[in-house]
């Protein structure tokens, strides 16, 4: 199983439910991979401290949540260069024409129009090499990188062709169950770490304080009634992230709420994620002030990675006929 998040920013607590939560119960499971996406971060400017300072806060988020390194390699990407190596090669199997009608490069195109670099265009290329190196069975990913993990398959399997069975074809998993957090201040939005409005995100390093203002802030409706459907998106919204934070069905909190306003339910809900986030905030400022036990992690986990990243290069580098010395 193979992951990765990128080291630009705050988390937010979709961020949290969507991705790195349902990681916690797949490492006893599966053989996993979980990188920080350093590599992938550049292809938009990133202060280079800042860029440093994500990378240890997003490792010490992954730990503080439940990852156990001594269950799943935790590592920098870049401090494996076989990522790199491979998407080299891998660009030689990709066409500029699928490459250019990605959504996400369209999107980042438009967003970043002064710095439409090479980078942004390779970036599902990288991406596929992170997978296929590891030779990953699945890949946890929110829905939004569905296409990053399809053109990895097409890739793979256009390689397999040339050269037979060398990359194992990744499957996408998509969490679907209801944990897609909306943005608080327009639920048409998918909660995201970037957006403007400072109010529309709820960041995995809020204070209680922050949390609480954010969710009373959030926007509901006049009608005042706590139930899910279609024309209340944000009163839905903040249910789904009460049963997510809670672990219960969207119903099941409903009847929680039965009868009971709005004030009080946002209190409740800020509440609920507030009392989710305090250890997790404790456990990551811990962590944080241990850099020798961060650094050590991260080395463990690169050094488990590269065994695996290499034999896979070499073999790569073998079938497309680079000489590799007697
Ligand atoms: N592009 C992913 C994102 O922004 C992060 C990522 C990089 C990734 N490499 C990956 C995800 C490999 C899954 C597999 O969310």
């Not at 797949?26 to 938009?44: G, K, L, P, S």
């Not at 250019?100 to 439409?116: C, E, L, P, V, W």
């Not at 650094?295 to 990675?305: Q, T, Y």
């Amino acid at each position: 199983m193979y992951s990765a998040v990128q080291p630009s920013g705050n988390l937010t607590i979709g961020n949290y439910t969507g991705a790195i939560r349902n990681w916690l119960a797949m490492q006893d499971e599966y053989d996993c991979f979980f990188a920080i996406a350093d590599m992938h971060a550049i292809t938009v400017r990133q202060e280079p401290a800042e860029l440093r300072r994500h990378t240890l806060e997003l490792a010490a988020t992954y730990l503080a949540c439940g990852l156990d390194p001594q269950k799943c390699a935790l590592y920098v990407q870049s401090h494996v260069p076989q990522h790199a190596e491979l998407c080299w090669v891998l660009n030689t199997f990709t066409y500029v024409g699928e490459a250019s009608r990605m959504t996400q490069f369209k999107d980042k195109s438009q967003k970043h129009a002064d710095n439409i670099n090479m980078g942004l265009m390779d970036y599902p290329v990288l991406m596929a090499a992170d997978i296929l190196l590891y030779l990953a069975d699945y890949v946890p990913v929110g829905v939004d990188q569905k296409q990053h993990v399809e053109l990895a398959r097409d890739i793979a399997i256009r390689f397999n062709n040339r050269y037979g069975e060398t990359f194992r074809v990744p499957e996408p998993l998509i969490k679907r169950d209801g944990a897609s957090i909306r943005s608080l201040q327009d639920p048409a939005k998918k909660m995201s770490k970037s957006d403007e409005n400072p109010n529309a995100a709820v960041f995995l390093t809020d204070d209680r304080d922050t949390v609480m203002r954010k969710f009373k802030r959030a926007v509901t409706d006049s009608d005042n009634r706590v139930c899910a459907s279609e024309d209340k998106p944000g009163v839905t919204n903040l249910l789904t992230v009460y049963s997510a934070f809670v672990g219960c069905t969207v119903e099941e909190a409903e009847k929680t709420f039965e009868g009971r306003g709005y004030g009080d339910f946002k209190l409740a809900v800020g509440e609920t994620v507030a009392d989710v986030l305090a250890p997790i905030q404790a456990e990551q400022k811990r962590l944080l002030a241990d850099r020798a036990y961060l650094d050590g992690v991260l080395k463990g986990g690169a050094e488990r990675a590269y065994k695996v990243a290499r034999r896979t290069l070499s073999k790569v580098y073998r079938k497309v006929g680079f000489y590799q010395g007697d």
